[in-house]
Structures are given as C-alpha cells and as structure tokens.
C-alpha cells in the first residue's frame, strides 16, 4: 500500500511476487487497481471485465476467481487476478454489500483461496481499497519515495492505518511488515539524508518510534523501466539477475518468509 500513486507499488509487487513463485511458493497476486499496471510487468492483454478483480466484489460472485497464471516459461507457482476498467465500478458494489468494508475479508473467508501467499497490489491512494483490504490481510508493506515529504506522510499513512484498524475492530489488526523506500530517480544527496539511521529527523527514526520497521532502500536502476515494456513482461531478476537494484528485495522476501 502507499498513500501516493507512482512510488512503486507495482513494481515492487511483480519482483516480489516472481522471487517468492521461484522459490516455491505458490504465489497469486490480486491486483486492485483500476489502472492495471501489471500487464506491462507481464505481457498480458487487457483482461475482460468479466475477467477481471471487480468480479469478487460483484453480488452474484461464486467463488470463481479470474486466476491467470503468469511467467510460465519461468515458474509454474506464480498466478494473477489482473485489475482494470472494471474497478471503477467496485466502491457502488461496496456501497450496496451490508457488510462494507469486509466484503474481501467475507469472500476470502467463504471461497478460500488455495495459495501459500497473496499479494495485494493496490492504487495509490488510501480509500476505498485500503479500507477494505485491512480487513482480509494479515501483514502489510508500505512503499514509500525517500523525499522529504516522507516523514509526513508516513506518519499520516500510521493515522490512517491505526484508526481504521479500531474503527473496524479489527482484532488483531494486520501487522506492518514495513516501510519500504523504493528510490524511482537517480541517486541524490537527500536520499540518504532521509534514509540515515542516525538522524533522529529522518524516515528510520520516525518509524522506530512508532516500533514500524523501515527496510532498506530499494536502489534506482533504468533495469525496472525497461522491464515495464510489455513486449518483455519479465521482472528484472530474470534477464537482469545481477542487477545490484535487485539486492533491496532480499530482507524483504526474509520478512515475508519469516510470517509463513
Ligand atoms: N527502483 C526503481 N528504479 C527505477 N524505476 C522504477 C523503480 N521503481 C519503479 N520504477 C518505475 O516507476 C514507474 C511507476 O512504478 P509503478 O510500480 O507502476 O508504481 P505504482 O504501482 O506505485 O503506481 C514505472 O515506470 C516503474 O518502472
Ligand atoms: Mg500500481
């Protein structure tokens, strides 16, 4: 989750996704995203509305998740549930379910899904998507750009996460893997200054108040534009596997793999 579009949410989900699928787990990854950026990270077409992640949340949904699998020259563990057009129908579809924002905690709970992880890719922003999505998660991720605005809106990203976790009596809430800075620009001087460990002002220090872990840096590298070109849909740890940028997802996939 963010609480901005752009920061890389996408990216970070499809190289995840692929490292875990790699390493055996049976991975699917749902994305929520009316803009559906996961195409480009693996050379589909446009999924049919029908198709498409706005199902689950339609009156009659039955339990047949739109699952497609994805890099199967790669992995056979990695599959998707695309986004698209079709979510901007999803908050009415929320609007007329009684019980809201448990709508996806209702649906995974009846129609289980039989995977060793889930991923949620959502749209920037908070509602309505992250309001539904607590209820059904059990850890959550937040990318976030190291710039100066960081501290802040990290802080309003823990408002808003811990007052809707009371809101909707969550017990007990999803846990907040960590923050995860991912740098989209060449390296400048106020990355690190806002990465610093020792400065009580930056994005560390922040976290650690809160007891919220901030991970490491996920480095720019042009490797993870070139692999939003459609026509390679592959993540960079397959035709880039060297690619020192890769080396950010490391304590992350340990964190994930550590709640399994
Ligand atoms: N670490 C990075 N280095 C360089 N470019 C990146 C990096 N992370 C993401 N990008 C690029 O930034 C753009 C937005 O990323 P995306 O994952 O779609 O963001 P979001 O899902 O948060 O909207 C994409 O073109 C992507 O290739
Ligand atoms: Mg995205």
Redesign the pocket.
């Known amino acids: 989750m963010?609480n901005?579009?752009?920061?890389?949410?996408?990216?970070?989900?499809?190289h995840l996704a692929y490292s875990l699928a790699k390493k055996g787990y049976k991975t699917l990854v749902i994305e929520l995203?009316q803009?559906d950026?996961f195409r480009?990270?693996t050379g589909l077409g446009i999924a049919d509305p029908e198709r498409s992640a706005a199902k689950i949340f339609q009156p009659d949904f039955k339990g047949d998740y739109p699952i497609v699998q994805i890099w199967q020259d790669h992995t056979e563990n990695a599959f998707l549930i695309q986004g698209g057009a079709a979510l901007r129908e999803t908050p009415r579809a929320i609007e007329g379910y009684k019980r809201r924002y448990y709508i996806l905690q209702d649906r995974l709970k009846k129609f289980p899904l039989d995977f060793d992880v889930i991923l949620i890719?959502t749209?920037?922003g908070l509602e309505p998507f992250g309001t539904v999505i607590l209820p059904a998660i059990t850890h959550l991720i937040v990318?976030v750009e190291p710039d100066f605005k960081a501290t802040t809106s990290g802080g309003l990203f823990l408002e808003w996460f811990y007052s809707n976790a009371i809101d909707l009596d969550l017990d007990p809430p999803p846990q907040i893997l960590g923050f995860l800075p991912?740098?989209?620009?060449p390296e400048i001087a106020a990355h690190a200054k806002i990465l610093d460990k020792e400065n009580p002002n930056a994005l560390p220090a922040i976290l650690q108040e809160h007891e919220t872990r901030c991970f490491p840096q996920?480095?720019?590298?042009?490797?993870?534009?070139?692999?939003?070109d459609p026509s390679v849909g592959l993540p960079v740890f397959v035709y880039r596997p060297k690619a020192p940028?890769l080396k950010?997802f490391t304590p992350v996939i340990q964190a994930i793999e550590e709640c399994l």
């Open positions: 963010s901005s579009g752009g920061v890389g949410k996408t990216t970070i989900a499809a995203d803009q950026s480009l990270s890719d749209p920037g990318v991912n740098t989209r620009q996920i480095k720019f590298s042009a490797e993870f534009v070139n692999a939003s940028a950010g």
